[in-house]
């Protein structure tokens, strides 16, 4: 019931009929229907924009050993700007990895 299908009346029509040959007993379950039903997420486990965009930044610094421009640069990697990326960094608080 708390399933969003996804397909129309004849697709549904068809896995139940499916499920209902390889159940071997009175019940269907789950694994009869072949979906899987997701639990909605709460407000906890979503993060903001920012809080993504500061991660996405943080890995792509991180993989170019802070370099923010040039051909393997964290801008390149990132499809933008670098000094779009350096005012992003600037706005998010980010610290800029360190040079080995």
């Known amino acids: 019931m708390s399933y969003d299908w996804p397909g129309n009346v004849r697709e549904l029509a068809n896995i139940l009929e499916r499920a209902m040959i390889l159940c071997e007993g009175r019940l269907l379950q789950q694994e009869h229907i072949g979906i899987s039903i997701q639990h909605p997420t709460t407000e906890a486990e979503i993060s903001t924009l920012e809080e993504v965009e500061r991660m996405h930044i943080h890995k792509a610094l991180e993989k170019t050993a802070g370099v923010v421009g040039g051909p393997h640069g964290a801008a390149t990697f990132l499809g933008m700007k670098r000094t779009t990326l ?12 360190q040079q080995p």
């Open 86 to 97: 350096i005012d992003r960094i600037k706005k998010l608080g980010i610290s800029k990895m």
